[in-house]
């Protein structure tokens, strides 16, 4: 992933001017995007882990599991996320594990694992 940077610049009809930045993460080819950490505190922001599919063609299944290798978030449905409860109780701050399974562009089965940071 790189990042670009766009400097914005308007002019309004009585000639004020007002500039501003723009950074963008871009993403140079197909697969996917989860960030590496959580903020589930009900802002509106960052609250849910979700995988991100870019130019995939359909989720098998995002799923994941605390210290223990119990499993306590499972979905197969694109959009969804773990919004870091288990079973309606909060889990605290700590890592876990995930797997992601996507199908490809060429439809062929995709396995990624990696850990999630749930910080409260």
Do not use: S
Request: aromatic share 12%.
């Amino acid at each position: 992933m790189d990042e670009v940077q766009y400097l914005i610049r308007i002019t309004d009809i009585h000639t004020c001017v007002t500039t501003d930045t723009l950074k963008m993460q871009v993403l140079k080819k197909p697969g996917y995007y989860l960030p590496t950490a959580f903020t589930p505190n009900g802002d509106g922001l960052n609250d849910l882990a979700r995988p991100y599919l870019i130019r995939m063609n359909g989720l098998k299944r995002f799923a994941v599991y605390n210290r223990t290798g119990q499993l306590i978030y499972y979905t197969a449905t694109e959009g969804q996320g773990w919004d870091g409860k288990y079973n309606g109780v909060d889990q605290g701050n700590g890592v876990y594990v995930w797997i992601l399974e996507f199908y490809d562009q060429n439809n062929k089965l995709v396995t990624e694992k990696g850990t999630l940071t749930l910080i409260r």
